[in-house]
Every structure is written in structure tokens, then in C-alpha cells.
């Protein structure tokens, strides 16, 4: 059986500014993993082919990285894993330290990830893009990119 999700996801590709370089617009039971190479391979990488280093939460790691990594070998895809989560695929001793690190409980900025978080909530500040009234494929993608325009045009006038 499976449970109808109601509501989208919006996948962005970001530079280092925050500034969008590729959108795509799922609906919410896709997984993060299976959208990543819609927005990649197909927007980011046509719009960008000087792209060399794409850094990631890990809702996109383990095989997701990998894929896009093969079909695009001079892209380098960093997964940034919170501090807390013990899978960061780093090798252990045999040996336990004797005192261990303590990991930092509660909010941790993250290096890098942040970006995308930021431009996601620079995003939500226009109402349009809260609801989700739009039938078509195209709107939604719309919306986001015209959103995008009045941040930059917003930036350019002060």
C-alpha cells in the first residue's frame, strides 16, 4: 500500500552565493536521491559545464554521489554529514580512543550546506511559492526563477 504524499520539493543547484543555477520541482514522494540527477545532469551540468565541485547533504550521498560522479568524471561531489551522524564512512581503529571527541549536540553550522538552506528560505518569503495551486510542470519552476529574478534585481538596486 502506498501513502498519496500531498506537496512538492523543490531541488536547487546553487553556487557559492546562493544564486540559482537549477531548479527542478518533484512531487514530495520523490526520494531526494532519485531527483538529484534530474537537476544535475540535465540543468546544472547543461548551464554550468565548468562546474568542478558539487557539495551535498546526505540525503544525497552513498550511491546517488557515486552515479552522478561516474556520468560526469571531472565533477567532484562532497557530501556534508552533521557532525553527530557516526555514518560519515570515515575507517575506525581497532583500537577505541581512550577519551573519546565529544560531538557537539544541538545546532552545528555546517560548512557549505548552509547556502542552499539559506536560498530556500530567501525563496519562502514570496507567497506564491507556499501554496501549490499550479497544475502544470512548467509553473512551479516559474515561479522559483521569477522569485530569484526579484532577489537579484532587489540586490542590484541597493
Same mark, same amino acid.
Given at each position: 500500500?502506498?501513502?498519496?504524499?500531498?506537496?512538492?520539493?523543490?531541488?536547487?543547484?546553487?553556487?557559492?552565493?546562493?544564486?540559482?543555477?537549477?531548479?527542478?520541482?518533484?512531487?514530495?514522494?520523490?526520494q531526494d536521491r532519485d531527483a538529484a540527477a534530474l537537476v544535475v545532469a540535465h540543468q546544472a551540468m547543461a548551464k554550468v559545464p565548468g562546474l568542478r565541485k558539487l557539495c551535498t547533504d546526505a540525503a544525497y550521498g552513498?550511491?546517488?554521489?557515486?552515479?552522478?560522479?561516474?556520468?560526469?568524471?571531472?565533477?567532484?561531489?562532497?557530501?556534508?554529514?552533521?557532525?553527530?551522524?557516526?555514518?560519515?564512512?570515515?575507517?575506525?581503529?581497532?583500537?577505541?580512543? /581512550?577519551?573519546?571527541?565529544?560531538?557537539? #549536540?544541538?545546532?552545528?553550522?555546517? +560548512?557549505?550546506? $548552509?547556502? &542552499? =538552506?539559506?536560498?530556500?528560505?530567501?525563496?519562502?518569503?514570496?507567497?506564491? /511559492?507556499?501554496?501549490?495551486?499550479?497544475? #502544470?510542470?512548467?509553473?512551479?519552476? +516559474?515561479?522559483? $526563477?521569477? &522569485? =530569484?529574478?526579484?532577489?537579484?534585481?532587489?540586490?542590484?538596486?541597493?
Amino acid at each position: 500500500m502506498r501513502a498519496e504524499v500531498k506537496g512538492r520539493k523543490r531541488h536547487l543547484v546553487v553556487d557559492t552565493l546562493g544564486l540559482l543555477l537549477a531548479v527542478t520541482v518533484t512531487s514530495a514522494a520523490v526520494q531526494d536521491r532519485d531527483a538529484a540527477a534530474l537537476v544535475v545532469a540535465h540543468q546544472a551540468m547543461a548551464k554550468v559545464p565548468g562546474l568542478r565541485k558539487l557539495c551535498t547533504d546526505a540525503a544525497y550521498g552513498s550511491q546517488c554521489a557515486q552515479a552522478i560522479e561516474k556520468a560526469y568524471p571531472a565533477l567532484n561531489v562532497e557530501v556534508v554529514r552533521h557532525p553527530g551522524n557516526r555514518s560519515t564512512g570515515t575507517w575506525q581503529n581497532a583500537q577505541p580512543p /581512550l577519551w573519546p571527541e565529544v560531538v557537539p #549536540s544541538g545546532f552545528v553550522v555546517q +560548512a557549505k550546506r $548552509w547556502v &542552499v =538552506e539559506r536560498t530556500h528560505a530567501w525563496n519562502e518569503r514570496a507567497r506564491r /511559492l507556499i501554496t501549490h495551486h499550479d497544475r #502544470s510542470q512548467w509553473a512551479p519552476v +516559474a515561479w522559483v $526563477w521569477l &522569485v =530569484e529574478a526579484r532577489i537579484l534585481a532587489t540586490r542590484l538596486a541597493e
